[in-house]
């Protein structure tokens, strides 16, 4: 039996619906939204641009009210403030005070939070970060969307929460910046925090996840340890010359005929290999919408 104090989220049958004056209707953003995080994972909330991943945060957070269904942190009820100052979160887009410096910043949602030591926790945080430090005491007008993004990185993870809640953390991210929040994703989590990400990027969560959610048009679509959802059979096996296109074959047989035809045309095989099975081979079977590998 699952011990209650080991479910830190719970989404019960969330829905929202909004109205939109420029289409004259209303708009379904979340159809039955159901999942839950169990403490000491890392959570991929995984779907396409407009499947509903914000509106799932934000009613999380207590930062937009469901039209119905119901939402807990920590086994209390969506919104608490309590439960709100054990949780890191950064919004997809973070925006800050213009004038301000990312020190300040990050110092200030210390102080918000209650911590004794600010600059230590400031300086701490920016360096996990990954923010240069000729960066620290820039305007926030002056820094890069990555860069943004990292102060917002700092911000959230400044007084070591006990949950992370982070919405496309690697937006606007280059492949290095990407790496470097991946790494303190995964520091986070060795370090005992339970994380909630969003994204659509799929290798990103394949690389960090070890729960799957996947969301499509405001509906889960599949809920599953990241291992089980892999897990089955191959993709097919994928045989390689040393000139020539490859050839992928669906099971042995079709291996064996595909190789003999090969060896009766002179063609030399370099190698032969069994590609697993992906996140993007499941979203693209479950989903309406295929996303970016």
Not at 11 to 37: C, H, I, M, Q, Y
Not at 128 to 153: C, F, I, M, N, Y
């Amino acid at each position: 039996m699952t011990d209650p104090r080991d479910v830190l989220v719970v989404a019960e049958d969330l829905t929202k619906v909004f109205f939109s004056p420029f289409l004259r209707r209303r708009v379904e953003a979340l159809r039955g939204v159901s999942f839950t995080v169990r403490k000491g994972s890392v959570t991929g909330f995984l779907g396409a641009n407009g499947a509903g991943k914000t509106t799932t945060m934000k009613v999380l957070l207590g930062l937009l009210a469901p039209t119905s269904g119901r939402a807990s942190l920590f086994g209390v009820p969506v919104p608490n403030r309590k439960a709100r100052e054990r949780i890191g979160f950064m919004p997809e887009s973070p925006s800050f005070p213009p004038n301000q410096s990312a020190r300040e910043v990050v110092a200030f949602a210390a102080t918000i939070q209650g911590s004794k030591f600010v600059g230590r926790q400031t300086e701490k945080a920016l360096t996990r970060s990954g923010l240069e430090v000729a960066a620290w005491d820039r305007p926030t007008a002056s820094l890069s969307k990555g860069q943004g993004q990292r102060v917002g990185l700092a911000a959230a993870i400044v007084e070591e929460p006990e949950l992370l809640i982070l919405d496309e953390p690697m937006s606007g991210l280059d492949p290095i910046g990407r790496a470097e929040v991946r790494s303190l994703i995964a520091s986070e989590h060795q370090k005992g925090c339970t994380v909630l990400f969003s994204t659509h990027v799929l290798s990103d969560a394949e690389d960090l996840c070890t729960h799957v959610c996947m969301i499509d048009q405001g509906r889960v679509v599949v809920d599953s340890p990241l291992e089980a959802l892999l897990a089955g059979d191959h993709r097919g096996i994928r045989v390689h010359y040393a000139s020539g296109p490859d050839d992928l074959f669906t099971n042995d047989e079709a291996l064996d005929e595909g190789l003999l035809t090969a060896v009766v045309a002179g063609r030399l095989v370099r190698e032969v290999t069994r590609e697993k099975k992906c996140l993007q081979d499941v979203f693209t079977h479950y989903a309406s919408h295929p996303v970016h590998s």
